[in-house]
C-alpha cells in the first residue's frame, strides 16, 4: 500500500532532495530484497543437500541442523513478505537443480465442514445516476479467512422445583453428569485442556495465562486436578484401546526416556530429584500393506527400562515384533516351556543403515558408502509397493529384495576378513549377520514392514513434549502422559479431531453402558447428543 505526504513542498530544490532520498531507499531495498532471496536460495539447496545425505531417519545432529535452518528459512521468508507484501508468483530459476516454490502458495484449502457466513453488499433498488429501477444481472464473490478466537462461557443449568396441586408430590428433573464429579469443567473445556497438554504441548501454566487473557482465572493447581481427574475419567477407555492393540499378531514397539521428580532421590543425598522413567509404544498400523484393523497406538510408563516392562505390556500378544535390539525384549522371542516361540522378531533396517551412515559420516569408509547403497536399493523398492496388499508386496520382494538381500550378506561377510575386528564397521556388520533371521523376516511376509520407523514416529509426540513440560511430576504423572496419549494419537490414527472425541466422550462415558464401552473406540466412535434424563 502506497502511502502518499498530505502536502508537497512548492521548493524545486527540496523536491530534488526527497527525490533523491526516495531513489536511495528504493535502490536499498531491492538490494536487501535481493540478499534476502539469496539466502533463501541457499538455504532450500543447503536443507535438500542435507536431506540427501540424510540416510538414517534419526541420525539426530542432522535433524538438528535441518530444523535450525528451516527456522531460519521461515524467518527470512517473513522478513521478505514484510518488505514486500504485493503477491510474487514468479519462479526463480535455480542453477543447482533444486526448483524454487513460489513465494505466495495461493489459497489455505478449507474443508467443507468449516462454517460460512455469507455478506450481501447491495447498490440498492434505484440507479444513482438517473434513478431508475436496478436489475440483479450477476455478482463477483470474493473469499476470506477469518478466525474466531475461543471462548469460555458459563452454562448455567437451572432444575425447576414443582409440586402436584393434588397430592403435595415434588417434582425435578434430575441433574445432568459432569464429566468431573463436583467439578466447574464442562467436556468441551477439559478435552481443550487435555489436547492442549499432551498434542499442542502448552504446559498448564502456560493455559493459565490463556485463559486468563480471556478473563477467567482458573489456577494452576485447579488446571492439574482437572487434567487428572478427565484422564482418570477416561482410563477405562484407554485399557481397552491397550487390550485391543496387544489383541494384534503384528505391532511396532520402541521407548523413550522421560524425566520424573523422585523427592525421594534428593533426600538420599543426590543434587537433582530426577530420576530417568520410559514411555513405550506399540502401534498397530496395517495401512501400508491394505489391512483391515484399523490402526490404533498404545502408550505406558515404566519408572526404569527393565525387561519387565515389555514382558508385562505384551504378556498376551501372540505375532511379529518389530521392534530395534533392546535387550529386554529377548526373553519375549524365546521358546515357552512347551517349545513354541510366542513372539517371532522382526529386525529394522533403518537402524542398520543408521550405524553404516555414522561409520561413513566420521571416516568417510568407502565400505560403509557402499553398505548404504546397497541398504537404499532395498527402500527403492518398497517405496514401490507402500500401500499394496500384503501377497503383492511378498511377491515383489521374493523377486527384487531377496537376490539382493542375498548378495548383502555375502558382500558382509567378505569384508568382515578385510577389515580390523573391533572397528565400528565391524561392529555394525556383526549387528546385521547375528541377527540376520530377524533381518530377513520381512522376504517371508508380506506384512512385515522393512524398518520400525512407524514406531519412532508413534513415540515423536512424547520427544517434542518433553521439551516443553520437561519432566513428569511423578510416577502417576507419568502414567497420565500415556493414558493421553493414548487416546489423543489412536483418535488421530483415525483420522478424527481428537478435540471433538474427548469432548463427545467425556460428555458420554459416565452415563454409557460399561459393555458397550467399545462404541466409543475412536475407529468405532460416533457424536452422539445425550438427552438429560428426566426423573420424578
Known sequence: MTHAPA?????????????VSLQTEVARLSASARAY????????????????????????????????????????????????????IREHDDS????????????????????????????????????????????DVTEILDFIAAKLKVVETARLKKSC?????????????????RGMAGPGLLAHILVSKFDDHIPLYRQNEIFSRQG?????????????????????????????????????????????????????????????????????????????DPPAVAYWFSPDRKGINPQTHLAQFRGILQADAYAGFRDLYKPDATGTVRV?????????????????????????REALEQIGELYDIERQITGHPARHRLA????????????????CEAQLTRIPGKGELAKAIRYALNRWAAFTLFL???????????????????????????????????????????????????????HDYLADVLARINEHKINRLHELLPWNWKPANIPHRQAA
Open 7 to 19: 502536502v508537497l513542498p512548492d521548493d524545486p530544490d527540496i523536491l530534488r532532495e526527497m527525490i
Open 96 to 139: 543447482d537443480g533444486v526448483v524454487s516454490s513460489p513465494r505466495r502458495r495461493g489459497k489455505p484449502k478449507v474443508s467443507d465442514t468449516t462454517p460460512r457466513e455469507r455478506i450481501v453488499l447491495d447498490p440498492g433498488e434505484a440507479c444513482p445516476a438517473c434513478g431508475g429501477p436496478l436489475r440483479l444481472v450477476g455478482e
Open 396 to 411: 515383489v520382494r521374493q523377486e527384487k529384495s531377496r537376490p539382493r538381500v542375498i548378495a548383502f550378506h555375502a558382500w
Open 444 to 498: 517371508e511376509d508380506g506384512r512385515v514392514a522393512i524398518d520400525n520407523n512407524p514406531a519412532e514416529r508413534a513415540i515423536r509426540p512424547v520427544c517434542v513434549g518433553r521439551k516443553n513440560y520437561l519432566f513428569a511430576g511423578s510416577d502417576a504423572g507419568g502414567d497420565n502422559i500415556a493414558d493421553a496419549m493414548t487416546l489423543i494419537e489412536s483418535a488421530k490414527l483415525s483420522g478424527i479431531n481428537p
Open 165 to 181: 396441586r393434588h397430592c403435595e408430590t415434588m417434582v425435578q428433573p434430575e441433574a445432568p453428569s459432569r464429566p468431573v464429579p
Open 37 to 88: 532471496e539469496a539466502l533463501v536460495q541457499s538455504l532450500k539447496i543447503r536443507i535438500a543437500r542435507l536431506q540427501k545425505q540424510k540416510f538414517g531417519a534419526s541420525s539426530e545432529k542432522i535433524d538438528r541442523e535441518i530444523e535450525q535452518l528451516e527456522l531460519l528459512l521461515e524467518d527470512v521468508k517473513i522478513a521478505i513478505a514484510a518488505a514486500d507484501p504485493s503477491p510474487d
Open 216 to 292: 477467567v482465572d482458573i489456577p494452576r493447581s485447579t488446571l492439574i486436578d482437572w487434567c487428572g481427574q478427565a484422564v482418570a475419567v477416561l482410563r477405562p477407555l484407554t485399557d481397552l484401546i491397550r487390550q485391543d492393540v496387544v489383541k494384534a499378531d503384528l505391532l511396532h514397539a520402541d521407548d523413550t526416556p522421560i524425566q520424573v521428580l523422585d523427592p525421594r532421590l534428593r533426600q538420599a543425598g543426590k543434587p537433582r530429584g530426577v530420576k530417568e522413567g520410559r514411555i513405550w509404544t506399540y502401534l498397530r498400523d496395517p495401512r501400508p500393506w491394505g489391512g483391515s
Open 344 to 368: 517371532r522378531e522382526a529386525a529394522c533396517w533403518a537402524h542398520l543403515r543408521r550405524a553404516f551412515h555414522d561409520v561413513w559420516k566420521g571416516s568417510g569408509s568407502t565400505i560403509a
